[in-house]
């Protein structure tokens, strides 16, 4: 089979040339892509099952008294919402934990964050991909290797420069940084990866357009503004998405830095419920809670979101 | 060019949503930052109890009273998770933003008074003499902390399943012998009517693996450290009787007896039938009564050679070293030494009251009440875990060596290598002296 490394040929059409060639090759090719279309579906099923089962019964245990949960652990009841069906579970939440308060604070700080790294981000890709100076690529490297320096590394360094740091607000300048919403979102408004990715993108870019754009009278903030940002829509949905996930996961860095309980993002809430005596079905109801904004977005954003994965991380 | 000028305005829209964000967060931010400390006679206190309503209102209602009580100081409560609080405290520390009062979890006082986060309670002593031993945190001869409460580990079951199999209801004075104890666990478990015979809350983490598992490795007759100084583990954790007590540990797994792994809420599994004894703290006592009413018993741990064992130490209160107004926040712990609160937080937390005088006034502890063993238990059975600062480290390397032995590692080889690291460590920072 010399067309087999054929470039651009793929599986189907190897399937085809071989259909047309006798009846019973014709027959065994289409059992052969029948049995897998079914081992496709099957893995899709499976997977589906994967993802999605721990949600269904995080949002059917939400419902359910904490004993039943775990009663119907083991069969098919954990994921039906059957037996002692309430809301109770969500108006103990509202009891418990200030939820509103820290759900405004994720919001704030989450959008905030993501739309400061795209503007901070894109412009630091745009400087190192299109304007082009001396040491740019090692300042690319530098940025780079960042990466793989672990969070949990930095933390306590940075907490200690966030103590030290000055701040101009209302009352003048004051020292310190910890127990306040800047302290969750300045660190995190520079991201090596959100650079590599706009980077990625910004290099496909013909460059030929900055030229034209040039000819026109056009300085740098004027191409990134009007050319190679509007171009970029795929990288932006994806730094945005990148961004967002892990600001409304933050953890770690909120126990740390951050002391009033007005200023405690939702994640920090689930410990709320984490006593001697657990109330799983309240951590249900909670989780449930936090969970939907996540799930909205990703629904919203999935297509912009695959396609800009797809182009953007298989380039270079 | 529609594309061009509708991203434009797309992200000029975000700009102008973010930067007001963004100044509104931070001016927010920026005015709430102080800590704790003297500032306009203000005393700001932290507490693990964010999300306990219980234990929360008790501690208020004390700090309301206290602030009324006087115009000098206003106390201030902060509420953390307790999952997390110990990571806050630490960051705090790091970053000396301590609170002037905060609460401690018992056997970490050591640890956080060496580290210098707390400061001594002077002249407390007269107050504190009425306290139980186990809820006062003390090191190198100076108490640093008091609780309103203490807990007791217990074996709950129900006096219907001893009765049906047979077996001997245990007493303070005649607990079950480790015969006797494995014996009723063969038992239970060949009847089949139980998923699990006994259940001792493996899927517990963080403090609880010291807490309730070295206790069994006291009644057999080892320790976690040689407590004559608290140098070296070598011989106590690694001797003959700690040997005996991971290969009778392991064994409870190997035998069926417990499951290597519990569920994620073991007392729910023993409300719901699966487990015929449950190990657990008199936390539980609220729920099972609930489910079993007069039915619930609550049992002494076995002897299992050294007489029976129970960990001692449960959350309780001190000041910090940074601290601007020392005598402020001593004037507070003194006004909250009182009896009726030491009664108040232990009734609304269902613990056992820290002295005598409060048990008298909370219902269940009172001469004869249903709660009093629960007392009974941690006078008779505490042990505080070992009183040094590096208890954080011997509590972290007894914990993995336990689960390391369930899982099937040789005890001996796990405990020695235990002893090898607690004692590098004890080393390393020169036995905390």
Known sequence: ?316 | MKLTSTTTRVAVGLLAVALPLSMAACTKGGSSSSSGGAGGGELTMWTHNAGNKGELAAITQIVNDYNKSQSKYKVKIQAFPQDSYNQSVVAAAASKKLPCILDIDGPNVPNWAWAGYLAPLEGLDGTLSKFLPSVLGKYDGKTYSYGYYDVALVMVTRKTILDKYGIRVPTVDQPWTKDEFTAALKKLKASGDFQNPLDIATSFTGEWWPYAYSPMLQSFGGDLINRNDYKSAEGALNGPKAVEWAKWFRGLVTDGLVPLKSGADPAKDFINGKTAILYNGTWTAVDTRKAFGKDTLFLPPPDLGNGPKIGGGSWQWGISQNCSDQAGALDYMKFAAQDKYVASVARDTNNIPATDAAAAEVKGYEQGGENQLFLEYAKKFAVLRPVTPGYPFIATEFTKTAQDILNGADPKQALDQAVKNIDANQKSNGYFQ
């Open chain 1, 1 to 316: 089979m010399s067309t087999a490394t054929t470039p651009g040929l793929g599986a189907d059409h190897l399937a085809h040339v071989a259909e047309s060639a006798t009846p019973a090759v014709h027959r065994g090719g289409e059992e052969r892509h029948g049995i897998r279309r079914a081992l496709g579906v099957l893995v899709r099923i499976a997977l589906c099952l994967v993802f999605g089962l721990p949600l269904v019964f995080m949002f059917v245990s939400s419902f359910k008294p904490d004993l039943q949960i775990f009663s119907d652990l083991g069969n098919i009841k954990a994921f039906l919402p059957v037996g002692d069906i309430s809301f109770e579970n969500y108006s103990g939440v509202f009891g418990r934990v200030p939820f509103a308060q820290f759900m405004m604070n994720s919001v704030i700080i989450t959008v905030v964050t993501v739309v400061l790294g795209i503007v901070v981000n894109s412009m630091a890709a745009f400087a190192l991909a299109r304007i082009g100076f001396k040491g740019g690529g090692i300042v690319l490297g530098v940025i780079l290797a960042t990466l793989i320096v672990p969070f949990e590394t930095l933390a306590l360094p940075l907490l200690w420069w966030s103590n030290k740091l000055p701040f101009l607000g209302p009352d003048g300048f004051t020292e310190g940084w910890l127990d306040t919403y800047q302290v969750q979102i300045i660190p995190f408004i520079a991201n090596a990866f959100s650079i590599f990715l706009f980077y990625q993108y910004f290099d496909s870019i013909p460059k030929e357009l900055d030229e034209a754009a040039k000819v026109d009278g056009a300085g740098w903030f004027r191409i990134y503004r009007s050319i190679v940002m509007p171009l970029s829509g795929p990288a932006v949905a994806t730094v945005a998405i990148l961004t967002f996930l892990p600001m409304w996961n933050q953890y770690l860095w909120p126990l740390m830095a951050v002391q009033s309980e007005e200023l405690r993002p939702v994640m920090v809430g689930i410990d709320y419920f984490k006593q001697l005596n657990t109330s799983w079905g309240q951590i249900m109801a909670y989780a449930s809670i936090i969970t939907a904004p996540v799930l909205v977005l990703f629904v919203a954003f999935q297509r912009a979101f695959i396609n800009s994965i797809a182009s953007s991380g298989v380039k270079g």
